[in-house]
């Protein structure tokens, strides 16, 4: 980037009598000598927020004036940032090159950079927008970069530069097409080189890109593109006689085909690689590997055939992947002499320890080797940790909490908060800006040392921005300050609804924990919203059920709303799943429905840990064992006594007599026994000629918790009892409840 020392040159008489929107340029981009204003901060804050304002109303005499007053608050590059971006396309070149080499640290200062570019690009400026260019990631502004280079004919690496841009198993954007063009005529674009993008083409899924490079290939070799198409679009047919030569390239084509196979029959897979195995010469690491993917290809389908494909691979290969599908494949089948054998030794992947220690263990009990197991779980129980935790319940001990606070240093600490990025940082926090605040505390974050994350942790704590020291100390992996980690957050609200719903208060503080890390104002991708992630839907249906008026899907963006609906939803999950704090918690993050089908088919119980390990959803599993730790943590942050693990993991069985003869647990017969089933009595109702069930509204039900509770619709309920669906339920109120329909 070429800046020139003109463009820092102080200037002074700034004003003409241009109209007052050019009048204020000077005044913005310009340091002008004036004595400095005695503002306290509180003051340069409120005059920060008018001139914003200022500029929002096209105010600009207004806006220049105050924004002149405040070159030393640390927000005065922010003005001076929104002012250029929005009007990029008039402003002198001098004037953003200046913004752009004075405030180069800013995390938005690249936006107004690709900004100004794309206007540069529209006035085909080539010379200044190469100067000004920086790496990109975005193709599109790389391929302009090459087309700059092209007119302005600096010709030194461009074509390796555009070869190496062209070579990418994805399809780029038409801005690309001239510098392709220069490429295609130059002659570097050999065969092999066509061949190895129609490779990485196919490996990505790009059908439509491979179909067009496969037209620059040679005879031969469009030949073996078209039969690669051929089979990745139908790898039964075409794979039965692939009529390929043996070699490396024609034993990739065709193992390509067997893995697109196996994602639909594994069974199918492995009998046809079994067979090509005779005519191909396959090494015996190629083999390694598809035989690894058809493992786990087979483990996701439960196909009979996984544990043997799994069984396959050596423990040296075994990372968290593996380990999940061999873990799941055992445990389905209850086969824990496999598991055993499975977990025997040390993993290669550190990441799976805990995990596969816990589960050797547990094979080790199941066949009778209970004074080994004992051994592994006294060294577990030494972890903070889920499976430390569970270990420690298995032979009575006390859990580990190993909570070691951060020594600080004082020096280091002054200099972290001395940082311009923190004070900007802090004063966008302090005005309630909270994305532009996480926005510099982050771009700061990028530059520090693991030990100084930690003291910008101590900072943002000192600030009272809790949910940054959780963020950063994770960032830090610096996970044994568990005051840091784990602060009590919004107590008042929390525990007030956590009573009301007669829910446990640390299993609350352990979802708001995982879902948002107390940050109030999140969202996911998805469009879950606020501390305890509520979707607005959802939201929505909850707030109806519980009385809550005027709902606005933005209302989830503050705790006042969230919690209420978030609690009474987790009240919702716990009463659907008759008090299995496993399964709601499950529901929670992935709805009721989805847990539903989840409850075990074969056996009508199933061992909590078991279950949680057979969750089809990675995120839901880790979830599910994320709260429950947080869960114990917050009891510890209470100072109260710890409620064990596995007070917390009720065995986990189908819901209902109807839904265990559904699910074939048992006969329907045996089902309906009363010796297999005790159905959950309902408080205060009574039975009458067992037809009709009289229920008395209590506080905090609703409609729908009671229509749940009955296993009916809120349909019935309305129409039994002759209600309107607008109409609020009182405590004390008598409604009825047809058994026998």
Request: with cysteine.
């Amino acid at each position: 980037m070429k800046s020139t020392s003109s463009y820092k040159k102080v200037k002074e008489n700034c004003f003409t009598k241009d109209k007052l929107l050019r009048a204020f340029i000077p005044l913005l981009f310009i340091f002008i000598i004036t004595p400095s204003h005695a503002n306290t901060i509180n003051t340069q804050r409120q005059d920060y927020l008018e001139a914003k304002k200022a500029f929002e109303l096209k105010q600009y005499k207004k806006f220049g004036r105050i924004a002149n007053t405040l070159k030393d608050y640390p927000l005065y590059p922010y003005l001076r940032y929104n002012y250029l971006r929005k009007r990029v396309w008039k402003e002198k070149n001098s004037d953003i090159i200046y913004f752009l080499d004075r405030y180069s640290d800013l995390p938005v200062t690249n936006r107004l950079r690709n900004s100004w570019l794309k206007v540069l690009i529209r006035r085909g400026h080539w010379q200044t927008f190469l100067d000004n260019y920086i790496k990109h990631s975005d193709p599109m502004m790389q391929c302009y970069q090459l087309y700059a280079r092209m007119k302005l004919n600096k010709k030194e690496f461009l074509l390796e530069d555009i070869r190496s841009i062209w070579l990418t198993g994805k399809s780029l954007p038409s801005q690309c097409d001239q510098p392709f063009e220069m490429l295609y005529k130059s002659g570097l674009v050999t065969n092999e080189l066509v061949w190895k993008r129609f490779r990485l083409s196919m490996q990505n899924n790009e059908i439509g890109l491979a179909t067009y490079l496969s037209r620059r290939l040679n005879t031969e070799s469009k030949v073996l593109a078209r039969k690669w198409i051929q089979i990745h679009k139908n790898p039964y047919k075409h794979t039965r006689k692939p009529n390929l030569t043996d070699n490396e390239t024609s034993r990739e084509i065709i193992a390509h085909g067997i893995l697109r196979l196996a994602k639909k029959n594994p069974e199918r897979a492995v009998k046809r690689l079994e067979t090509l195995k005779i005519k191909y010469s396959f090494a015996s690491s190629e083999i390694a590997e598809i035989e690894r993917m058809l493992a786990i290809y087979a483990a996701k389908k439960k196909s009979k055939i996984a544990s043997k494909l799994l069984d396959q691979i050596d423990n040296y290969h075994v990372n968290d992947e593996i380990f999940h599908y061999r873990l799941r494949t055992a445990l389905l089948k209850k086969d824990w002499g496999l598991l055993k054998k499975w977990t025997t030794g040390e993993p290669n992947d550190s990441e799976i320890n805990l995990r596969w220690s816990y589960w050797h263990a547990r094979s080790l009990e199941e066949t009778g080797e209970t004074e080994k197991a004992k051994q592994i779980y006294i060294k577990l129980a030494k972890e903070r940790d889920y499976y430390g935790f569970l270990a420690a319940d298995k032979i009575n001990k006390p859990y580990s909490m190993n909570h070691y606070p951060v020594t600080n240093d004082k020096e280091e600490f002054e200099r972290i908060s001395s940082l311009p990025a923190m004070k900007r940082a802090y004063e966008f926090y302090q005005l309630d800006m909270n994305t532009n605040a996480r926005r510099e505390w982050h771009h700061a974050l990028n530059k520090m040392t693991t030990y100084q994350m930690q003291m910008a942790a101590a900072l943002a704590v000192k600030w009272g921005w809790h949910n940054r020291a959780i963020i950063t100390m994770s960032r830090a992996k610096a996970l044994d300050n568990l005051v840091l980690r784990f602060p009590i957050l919004f107590d008042d609200l929390l525990t007030k609804y956590a009573k009301r719903n007669n829910i446990d208060r640390s299993w609350v503080f352990g979802i708001v924990r995982a879902e948002s890390a107390f940050i109030e104002d999140i969202s996911s991708p998805v469009g879950a919203l606020g501390l305890m992630q509520v979707m607005p839907r959802t939201g929505r249906s909850v707030a109806k059920q519980i009385g809550i008026k005027n709902f606005k899907k933005s209302k989830l963006r503050k705790a006042e709303t969230n919690v209420p609906i978030g609690s009474a939803y987790m009240k919702m999950m716990l009463d659907k799943f008759e008090g299995n704090v496993v399964l709601a918690t499950a529901a929670y993050n992935a709805g009721p429905h989805r847990v539903l089908k989840w409850l075990p088919k074969k056996a009508c119980t199933e061992n909590p840990d078991i279950w949680i390990e057979l969750i089809p959803f990675n995120e839901t599993r880790k979830y599910v064992r994320r709260v429950l730790y947080f869960s114990i943590v917050y009891d510890w942050r209470f100072k109260m006594p710890i409620k064990p693990m596995k007070d917390r993991m009720s065995l986990i069985t189908p819901k209902n007599k109807k839904l265990i003869a559904k699910l074939s647990c048992y006969s329907i017969i045996e089902a309906l026994n009363k010796k297999y089933i005790k159905e959950k009595k309902t408080t205060k109702t009574t039975i009458h000629n067992g037809k009709i069930t009289k229920y008395s509204v209590k506080k905090g039900d609703s409609l729908w918790l009671i229509a749940n509770r009955f296993g009916i619709s809120v349909n019935d309920l309305l129409r039994w009892n002759n209600l309107k669906r607008n109409r609020p339920i009182k405590p004390g109120q008598i409604l009825e409840i047809n058994i026998k329909e």
